[in-house]
Every structure is written in C-alpha cells, then in structure tokens.
C-alpha cells in the first residue's frame, strides 16, 4: 500500500518536504514505517531514534498496524511554550 | 460547565482578551501563565522565534489537556488554551493559559499541570539562531 507520511520541523527542513508517499507492504507496523523511511531518505536516518509517530492525529506505538488511507505523521522532539 | 477554550493563531495573543472569555459569576480565582519569547538562546542573542504546529492534532491534543485538567481537578470552572506559531518578537507571548474556579488553591496546580503537558504532548515546534528547540 501506499501511505502519505507528513513531516515537521527538523524533519521536513532535513529532505525539503513536507510530505512524502511511501510503498509500504500490506501488514505494515510504524516500526516498519520508521524502517523504510530511515533506508528511502538517508538524510532522515540521524534524526528518527527521537521522533513519535502519530497515525490520525493521534500517538501511535511501534507495534501498530498501519491502514491505507491512514494519515501518518513523523514528529520530532517538541518545542511547544 | 464553562466552555474550554483552545487556538492556534498567528496573531499576537492578549492574556486579558483571554481572560475575559473564561468570565462567569460561579468563578472567584484565575491563574494564568504567560510563555514568552526569551532573547537569549544557548548564550546566543536572537530576536524572535520561528514556531509551527502539526495544526489538527495540536487543537486536538490541546483539548485533550482541558478534559485531563477538568478530570483531576474537579473544581476547575474554565480552561483556555492559546499558542501562536509563525514568527514570535523577544518579549511577546508565545503561549497564554488561564484556568478558573471558585476559590484558589487549585487553579495553580491546574495551571502547571497544563504548561508541563503542553510541552509534553503538543506538536509544536520552534526554531531561533538557526536551531530547532526542544526540552528533550
């Protein structure tokens, strides 16, 4: 499936984008998620050990299932205040 | 039960503006804070900070700290919640909460309690002097 991932901050700064569509297989957990996106985007790699993932707009843990038409988000430490 | 009150703007915030729409006759006590744009950042001078969000879920994780507050506190009357993104000057506020209820011991726990999970649990992030700022 193919899964439309939003960037922030340190993130969309360290490739220039703000989103990104990523080919990812059908059972695909966010642990996978952070994995293909560390190998696709190098210049990501450095940067993803801190990142949470929020999946529809909510904290996602590594080990859930990601669905097609989900909206996925990479989000650095917080700088909020 | 008084409305919560939660936003994300460009514009400058007035902490009395928002003050004035957590108003009730049931109320006796309000605390607020104010976050503001510090001119010095890892001992370098800056003169403005460089603030975006995660928009949706930012609103979303800000109202989710209003119903935290009212559940541990139960006397919490009204919660605001504002934060600006987009350029903030030295000086200006970059975050206003206020919190209301009849008397005041628990307006202060409650007022700390949502500055410290804001910084937690908002996607918001700054930049100033060329870096991205975080607590972490």
Not at chain 1, 12 to 41: P, Q
Not at chain 2, 120 to 130: D, F, L, M, Y
Request: aromatic share 6%; proline share 5%; hydrophobic share 45%.
């Amino acid at each position: 499936m193919r899964v439309n991932v939003l960037l922030f901050a340190s993130l969309r700064e360290a490739i220039g984008r703000s989103s990104i569509a990523l080919d990812l297989t059908d059972d695909a957990t966010v642990r996978a998620l952070i994995a293909t996106l560390g190998e696709t985007y190098p210049a990501l790699a450095p940067l993803l050990p801190s990142v949470k993932v929020a999946v529809n707009r909510g904290f996602a843990k590594l080990d859930q299932e990601i669905q097609p038409g989900d909206e996925v988000a990479l989000l650095p430490p917080f700088g909020g205040g | 039960m008084m409305e919560d009150y939660v936003e994300i703007t460009t514009r400058p915030i007035r902490a009395d503006e928002i003050v004035g729409r957590l108003a009730s006759p049931k109320i006796g006590a309000v605390a607020t804070f104010v976050g503001t744009v510090r001119g010095i950042e890892a001992d370098e001078r800056i003169d403005h900070l460089e603030y975006e969000a995660y928009q949706e879920m930012a609103i979303a994780e800000l109202r989710r700290i209003c119903s935290e507050v009212k559940a541990r506190w139960r006397t919490i009357q009204g919660i605001a919640i504002v934060h600006r993104i987009g350029s903030v000057p030295v000086g200006e506020a970059a975050v206003v909460i206020g919190v209301t209820a009849a008397h005041r011991p628990e307006v202060f726990d409650a007022l700390r309690y949502a500055i410290d999970r804001l910084k937690e649990t908002v996607p918001i992030w700054k930049k100033g002097g060329g870096r991205w700022i975080s607590e972490d």
